[in-house]
């Protein structure tokens, strides 16, 4: 059996197929999401390479960058 709290999800977002980088953590409902899966963390492809956040930190830096908290 597999626990997904030890799972981690990387974000690359790709223009015409090509990887560009992520701005901060900004979509709630996708936040939302990965914080209610139980995902041990998230990463984004940023300018500084790739980035880790924790699933609540994910969230958490979410809400206040969409100006939620």
């Not at 974000?11 to 899966?37: M, N, R, T, Y």
């Not at 880790?52 to 994910?58: L, Q, T």
Request: net charge negative; hydrophobic share 35%.
């Amino acid at each position: 059996s597999s626990n997904i709290s030890e799972c981690e999800m990387i974000h690359v977002k790709s223009i015409d197929g090509k990887p560009v980088f992520s701005e901060k953590p900004s979509c709630w409902q996708c936040s939302k999401l990965i914080l209610a899966s139980g995902l041990k963390s998230m990463w984004l492809y940023q300018a500084e390479g790739f980035v880790e956040y924790s699933a609540i930190d994910f969230h958490e830096k979410t809400l206040i960058n969409c100006g939620l908290k």
